[in-house]
C-alpha cells in the first residue's frame, strides 16, 4: 500500500460544482502539502500544514480551501470549480526532522468542464 | 517572490547520450532539491545539495550546487531508456523546507 494515498485518482465535474480532494498518510510526517501541477508549468503549492492546528496559504490558494482534519488526513475542496482548476493535483508529506525530502501522492486528476 | 528558472524544457537524446539539466535562480538558496517523475507518476525525490560547491553522485547521475548556491545542474551520464521522465528542481531560501520552489521541469525522452 502506497503510504501516501489520495482519492479520487480521476474525477469530471462540471463548472460551479464542490469538490473534494482526500489526502491521507501513514508515514506519520507532521506536515502535509497540496500542490498543484499544469503542463509546463511545473508544481504550485496550494496551501500547507505543519500540524492538525496550523494551516497556511502557498502562492495559489484563492479558489481553494483546505482542512486537517487529524495527523494523517488533509483534504483540499474546490468550493465552486472552475475550468482553469481542471490540473493534476498532488498531496505530499514531509518529516521537519528529517531531510526536507516530499514524499507525494499518486495524484488526483481532475477535469472541470 | 523567489524564481526558479530550469532549462530545457525539453531534451531528446540518443541512448547513450549525455543529458544536462539547469537550474538558476535569482536568489541565494539554503539547499536545492531534485526530483523525477515517470510519466504518469508522481515526482519522486532524488537528492538534496546543501553546501557551496557541493557535488554528488548517484551511478550515473552528477549533480552540483554553484558556488554562490544560486544554481544547480543534474547530468545524466550515458542515458538510458529508463532514465525517460520529467526532472525538476526544488529550492528552498529559507531556513526550513517547507515552502520548497519548483522549476518548470526538463522532459528527458531517450531514443532506443
Known amino acids: 500500500d502506497a503510504d501516501v494515498t489520495q482519492t479520487p485518482r480521476n474525477r469530471i465535474t462540471k463548472t460551479g460544482k464542490r469538490i473534494m480532494l482526500e489526502c491521507s498518510q501513514t508515514?506519520?510526517?507532521?506536515?502535509m502539502y497540496w500542490y498543484r501541477q499544469d503542463p509546463g508549468l511545473g508544481l504550485r503549492l496550494i496551501y500547507y500544514?505543519?500540524?492538525?492546528?496550523?494551516?497556511n496559504k502557498g502562492e495559489i490558494s484563492d479558489g481553494y480551501s483546505v482542512s486537517r482534519q487529524a495527523q494523517a488526513k488533509f483534504s483540499l475542496s474546490l468550493e465552486s470549480a472552475i475550468p482553469n482548476q481542471t490540473a493534476l493535483y498532488f498531496c505530499?508529506?514531509?518529516?521537519?526532522?528529517?531531510?526536507?525530502?516530499?514524499?507525494f501522492g499518486e495524484g488526483s486528476r481532475l477535469t472541470v468542464l | 517572490g523567489q524564481q526558479v528558472m530550469q532549462i530545457p524544457q525539453y531534451q531528446h537524446v540518443q541512448e547513450g547520450e549525455d543529458f544536462t539539466t539547469y537550474c538558476n535562480s535569482s536568489?541565494?538558496?539554503?539547499?536545492i532539491q531534485w526530483y523525477k517523475q515517470r510519466p504518469g507518476g508522481h515526482p519522486v525525490f532524488l537528492i538534496q545539495?546543501?553546501?557551496?560547491?557541493e557535488v554528488k553522485k548517484q551511478k550515473r547521475l552528477t549533480f552540483q550546487f554553484g558556488e554562490a548556491k544560486k544554481n544547480s545542474s543534474l547530468h545524466i551520464t550515458a542515458t538510458q531508456t529508463t532514465d525517460v521522465g520529467t526532472y525538476f528542481c526544488?529550492?528552498?531560501?529559507?531556513?526550513?523546507?517547507?515552502?520548497?520552489?519548483f522549476g518548470k521541469g526538463t522532459l528527458l525522452t531517450v531514443n532506443p
Open positions: 505530499a508529506t514531509s518529516d521537519p526532522g528529517g531531510t526536507g525530502e516530499l514524499f
Open positions: 508515514k506519520g510526517h507532521d506536515r
Open positions: 500544514s505543519f500540524d492538525v492546528k496550523d494551516i
Open positions: 536568489t541565494t538558496l539554503s539547499n
Open positions: 545539495l546543501v553546501k557551496s560547491g
Open positions: 526544488a529550492a528552498n531560501s529559507g531556513g526550513s523546507n517547507y515552502k520548497l520552489t
